[in-house]
Every structure is written in structure tokens, then in C-alpha cells.
């Protein structure tokens, strides 16, 4: 089977974003890399993709825990505390889990050198059709290594139910007269089975249809451009300044429909994210609680502006705690409830909250980026590496400020500055404004942050939260009995990424190409 004459990128190609960019050293500079060359040399070529592809997905899976473990660490050993006995028994497990056969690394091993080795060299299609070819392949591996994944049982996704007794014609239950056997129970074992659930995968699968979809409509848009003929309408400035506009503002689009589903999910149904996303998202926002449970309420209709259905306790302590005049929190005489109450002791200007949001939302992230870039250029420590990660930091920092800024400043707008004005006053309006209004606009807003990052970074960033804004809208488990679905939209999805990959490396875009690239190269 012929290969693609053009070498394929590395990882670390240039229109990577700073911030995830790996700085990899060439062959002729670096000696640790020369000796991995004839490591790779002695590995034959068919097996070289799956190697490089369980290398990689067991350093990605084991890294990050090794990273927690060991911070956790250092944490109570600078604290004083006493050290854990069972440090070096948990770094041992977390290396050996990575080697179980049912996690990532074998998946990655059998997806990547899968679709090499069960490409069929002879058949006639592949002779016919090198694509069709390849695509059978990939979609063949893909389904072996989801399948791999997905019979791994979690507790998560395993539930014990008591099913109910059921008592046949021939068995009559006991009357008053009856006596029962004292060595028998007085009421018969429930009996018990386990049952199993799907969704494990959900978020691979999103993935993986989310970066075919890309890389499908990404080709019909450059097969567009190449094959349209060169008519006035298409070369005018206009028809020129649509394009760039399509062009420039489709990832810009997609991060901020993405933001703009999760945040609903996150302040309405946070259930339906995963636990840790859920959790990073609490931890940004840095809101009271129970403001966000007044405005679930006013949307279910538990609190109710103009009518005492006893919500007055939830905000009238929350303004006991800042100095507020209680009846702020009250819904018969606070309708609605001030915007202050909303800047959490901010004062009353929405325009001063959303300063002090940004400048406070900037410092949290800026001690949580700068250690990342930090570790990006460690091993090439100079001063130009020291200001690339810096200003890396500044605008990756200054971008997820923008972002909680403006989905506070959204919710201002639409109960201060914009939404009387638009809707009205009255209880009923004010009812709709807290009852989603607000939340939607700040929704909407939050994700038009993206403008402030470069070109690069827009596309990986928008390819990584469309697939979490898709799984808003599905099940996090399902029946077991339609995992076949999945599977199959996994596999095909995943086939499509893998051909392109193979047949054109730029088409598959991010931070996913150069790795694709630099895996699946012979």
C-alpha cells in the first residue's frame, strides 16, 4: 500500500498556540532523541504507529495523576503534616494501572497500529480506492479498541436494584391465624442483581464525531473555494469579505454556542456535566450559592416575585452575611432583588463589579497558567523563552477574565442596564428576566472572549469544548442495550479522522494533527 510522499508535521509545528506548543528538539540537537531513532529503527515499520501510539497514551494517562499525587505530596510535607505511609505504594499503582489492558494506552495502541495493520493490502478496493481502503481499516481498529474500552466495569456505570418479590399462584401470604416459623424470616430476601450501564465512552465518541465533522465540512468548504468559478460575484470585495468573515469567524461561533450550552447546563442542570468539569466551572465563577439557587427557582417557579411561598430565609441570610437590609431577599417586598446582591459586596454599580471581576478572575487564572507555560520552556530556560511564556500566560489569563466577565455583566444588562426597559418592570417581567433571561444573555456573551486569543488558539479551543457542549444534550448513562449505536458512530467517526489524517495531515486541525502526524507516520 502506498503512502503519502509529503512527510507529515510534527507535533510541534507552528500553528500550534504558544501555550500548548511542545518545544521539540531536531534529530541532529538533541542525543536523547538520536538514541529513540534507532530505538524506532529496530521496531518494523507496521508496528512503529502502535508503539509510539501506547507510548504516548500511557504517559498521558499516567502523567497527570503521578503530577497530583506528588503535589499533594510536597503540600503536607511543607505544611507539617504527617507524610502518607502509602505514598510509594500509590505511585507504584498508578504505574501499573496505566498497563492494564482495558484503559487508554492499549486503546490508543490498537486504534493507531490497528489501522495500519488491518488495512487490506490486497484486496480490490484497496487497489481500486486507497481512501475506501483506509477507511475500512481505521474503522475496523476503532471498533475493536472502543469496544476494549467499553467492557471495563465502573461503579459508576453499575448500579445493585432490589427487584421486588413476586409471588406465584401456588404460595398464598400469611392471614392473622397463620403462625410463622420462628427460625424463619418474617419477610423473604429481596432478590438482588447488578445492573450495567453505558456512556462510559460518551465523551470519546463526541469527540471523535465532533473532529470528523470538522474535518468533513472543512474539505467541502476548500473544495469550495478551489472549484467555484471566478464570476463577479465571487470576486468582488464583498464576496471576498464574506469568505474572510466565514472563514475567521467559524471557530469564533462555535466556542461561543459551545460556552454558551454549557454555562446553561452548569447553572440549571450541572448533573449533566461531568463531575470534575462541573466542579472547574464552580471554582471559576466564585458565586454564592445560594444566589444561584434563587435564580433556579425563580426559573421553577418555587420563588415567585410578588407572592410569600417561603424563599425569603435563602437570600435574607445571604444578606445577613453582607451587611444588606434583609428585606433585599425578600420576593414580596424586593421585586426584584437588588443587582447588588449580585455583585456580592461590590456595591451597587454593575460597571465597578464587572472591573472587579476581571481583575479578580485574571490573578486566579494567571497563577494557574503561568506554572504551565513556565513548565513548557523549562528545558530550554532563557529570556526570550521567559517572556514567550509570560505573555503566553497574560493572554490565556486575560482571555478566561473576559469570560467570567462578561457572563456576570450579561446578567447586569439584562436585570439593570437593558432588560426593564425591554421587557418591563412589573413582577411578571421581573418573574421572566429572573426566570432565564438573565442567565441566557450572560450565556451568550461569556464565550465571545475567544476574540481575544490568537487565530491558533481559537480552533483547539473550539474543537475542545464542542464536544463537552454536545454531551450536555445526551444522557451521561444510557441502556446497555444501545451501545451498539455508539459504537458504530465512534468507529466510523474515528475512521474518517484517521483517513485524512493519512491522506492529508493539514485537513485534521489542532493540536490532534501534529499528534496524529507524528504517530502514524511509517
Given at each position: 500500500m502506498s503512502r503519502p510522499s509529503q512527510r507529515a508535521a510534527p507535533p510541534a509545528a507552528s500553528g500550534l498556540p504558544s501555550s500548548l506548543r511542545l518545544q521539540l528538539p531536531t534529530a541532529r540537537s538533541a542525543s536523547n532523541l538520536k538514541?529513540?531513532?534507532?530505538?524506532?529503527?529496530?521496531?518494523?515499520?507496521?508496528?512503529r504507529p502502535l508503539v509510539r501510539a501506547y507510548l504516548l497514551g500511557y504517559v498521558s494517562s499516567v502523567a497527570p495523576r503521578l503530577f497530583t499525587l506528588v503535589s499533594k505530596h510536597v503540600i503536607r510535607v511543607k505544611a507539617g503534616k504527617?507524610?502518607?505511609?502509602?505514598?510509594?505504594?500509590?505511585?507504584?499503582?498508578?504505574?501499573?494501572?496505566?498497563?492494564?489492558?482495558?484503559?487508554?494506552?492499549?486503546?490508543?495502541?490498537?486504534?493507531?497500529?490497528?489501522?495500519?495493520?488491518?488495512?487490506?493490502?490486497?484486496?480490490?478496493m484497496s487497489?481500486?480506492?486507497?481512501?475506501?481502503?483506509?477507511?475500512?481499516?481505521?474503522?475496523?481498529?476503532?471498533?475493536?479498541?472502543?469496544?476494549?474500552?467499553?467492557?471495563?466495569?465502573?461503579?459508576?456505570?453499575t448500579e445493585t436494584i432490589t427487584a421486588p418479590t413476586v409471588m406465584n399462584g401456588e404460595t398464598s401470604s400469611p392471614t392473622s391465624d397463620a403462625v410463622l416459623d420462628p427460625k424463619q424470616d418474617a419477610a423473604p430476601k429481596q432478590p438482588v442483581r447488578t445492573v450495567h450501564y453505558a456512556g462510559r465512552t460518551l465523551d470519546l465518541t463526541l469527540f471523535a464525531v465532533t473532529r470528523a465533522l470538522d474535518v468533513i465540512f472543512g474539505e467541502l468548504w476548500s473544495q469550495y473555494k478551489a472549484r467555484r468559478p471566478a464570476s463577479p460575484s465571487t470576486t468582488t470585495a464583498t464576496g471576498r469579505l464574506t469568505e474572510a468573515l466565514i472563514s475567521r469567524l467559524t471557530d469564533p461561533t462555535i466556542f461561543a454556542l459551545s460556552s454558551a450550552l454549557i454555562m446553561w447546563t452548569w447553572f440549571y442542570q450541572p448533573s449533566r456535566l461531568p463531575r470534575a468539569y462541573n466542579k472547574w466551572i464552580t471554582s471559576a465563577a466564585s458565586v454564592d450559592n445560594r444566589l444561584i439557587d434563587a435564580l433556579r427557582r425563580c426559573r421553577s417557579g418555587i420563588l415567585v416575585y410578588g407572592k410569600d411561598t417561603g424563599q425569603a430565609p435563602l437570600l435574607g441570610s445571604m444578606c445577613k452575611d453582607y451587611d444588606w437590609p434583609e428585606a433585599w431577599g425578600d420576593p414580596v417586598k424586593a421585586v426584584p432583588f437588588p443587582c447588588e446582591i449580585v455583585h456580592m459586596g461590590c456595591g451597587p454599580s454593575c460597571?465597578?463589579?464587572?472591573?472587579?471581576?476581571?481583575?479578580?478572575s485574571f490573578k486566579w487564572a494567571f497563577t494557574m497558567y503561568l506554572p504551565l507555560n513556565l513548565l513548557l520552556v523549562l528545558r530550554k530556560l532563557n529570556w526570550k523563552a521567559l517572556k514567550r511564556a509570560l505573555v503566553s500566560a497574560c493572554g490565556s489569563s486575560a482571555f478566561l477574565g473576559a469570560f467570567i466577565t462578561l457572563f456576570y455583566y450579561g446578567v447586569c444588562l439584562a436585570r439593570t442596564r437593558l432588560g426593564p426597559y425591554i421587557v418591563g418592570r412589573d413582577a411578571k417581567a421581573c418573574q421572566k428576566i429572573d426566570g432565564g433571561l438573565c442567565v441566557g444573555t450572560g450565556c451568550a456573551l461569556c464565550g465571545w472572549s475567544i476574540l481575544l486569543e490568537n487565530a491558533g488558539r481559537r480552533k483547539d479551543m473550539a474543537l475542545f469544548v464542542a464536544p463537552r457542549a454536545?454531551?450536555?444534550?445526551?444522557?451521561?448513562?444510557?441502556?446497555?442495550?444501545?451501545?451498539?449505536?455508539?459504537?458504530?458512530?465512534?468507529?466510523?467517526?474515528?475512521a474518517v479522522v484517521f483517513t485524512c489524517a493519512l491522506e492529508n495531515t493539514k485537513r485534521v486541525r489542532g493540536v490532534l494533527g501534529g499528534v496524529l502526524a507524528g504517530v502514524l507516520k511509517p
Open positions: 538514541g529513540w531513532k534507532r530505538v524506532e529503527n529496530r521496531i518494523p515499520p507496521l508496528l504527617k507524610q502518607q505511609d502509602d505514598f510509594v505504594e500509590s505511585f507504584i499503582n498508578i504505574l501499573r494501572g496505566g498497563m492494564d489492558w482495558q484503559r487508554f494506552p492499549t486503546f490508543c495502541a490498537v486504534l493507531a497500529g490497528g489501522s495500519t495493520l488491518f488495512e487490506p493490502p490486497h484486496c480490490p487497489l481500486e480506492n486507497g481512501k475506501l481502503s483506509r477507511w475500512f481499516g481505521s474503522f475496523i481498529a476503532a471498533w475493536l479498541g472502543i469496544k476494549l474500552l467499553q467492557s471495563k466495569r465502573t461503579p459508576g456505570f460597571e465597578r463589579h464587572a472591573l472587579s471581576r476581571f481583575m479578580r454536545l454531551a450536555t444534550l445526551f444522557p451521561r448513562r444510557y441502556d446497555l442495550k444501545k451501545q451498539w449505536r455508539e459504537t458504530v458512530v465512534f468507529a466510523a467517526s474515528t
